[in-house]
Nanobody, 133 residues
Framework: QVQLLESGGGSVQSGGSLRLSCVGSGYTYSSYCMGWFRQAPGEEREGVAS???????TYADSVKGRFIISRGNAKNTLYLQLNNLKPEDTAMYYC???????????????????????????WGKGTLVTISS
């Protein structure tokens, strides 16, 4: 019954910035993973950035130092600030959220960055980011 809606995608030039937003409804999680993932045509979905209910943040190596994940004051919101964008960042970007049955801090910090740890119904529909050179 979780619903996630992404927004903020668009087309920008290399070096530009975007801010993606994700708003969730239909759920309240006390322990959770939330993350941003992306998928380019012909590629597997990869984790970009994640945050858990204990505030631990992880980033893919390819975006470290450029992207920032954060939660809004409304706890059902998730943001991704994309800076210094490169053509290789072009992809459909998805947000996802999944409840956990244990305290998130008992898990590996990489757990929430792995797409396989989210269920079929834990994803938004995506927002397209296109970067031109």
């Amino acid at each position: 019954q979780v619903q996630l809606l992404e927004s903020g995608g668009g087309s920008v030039q290399s070096g530009g910035s975007l801010r993606l937003s994700c708003v969730g409804s239909g759920y309240t999680y006390s322990s959770y993973c939330m993350g941003w993932f992306r998928q380019a045509p012909g590629e597997e979905r990869e984790g970009v950035a994640s945050i858990d209910s204990d505030g631990r943040i992880t980033y893919a190596d390819s975006v470290k130092g450029r992207f920032i994940i954060s939660r809004g004051n409304a706890k059902n919101t998730l943001y991704l600030q994309l800076n210094n964008l490169k053509p290789e960042d072009t992809a459909m970007y998805y947000c996802a959220a999944v409840p956990l049955w244990v305290e998130s801090k008992t898990l590996s910090a990489l757990y929430c960055l792995r797409a396989k740890n989210y269920g079929e119904d834990d994803w938004g529909k995506g927002t397209l980011v296109t970067i031109s050179s």
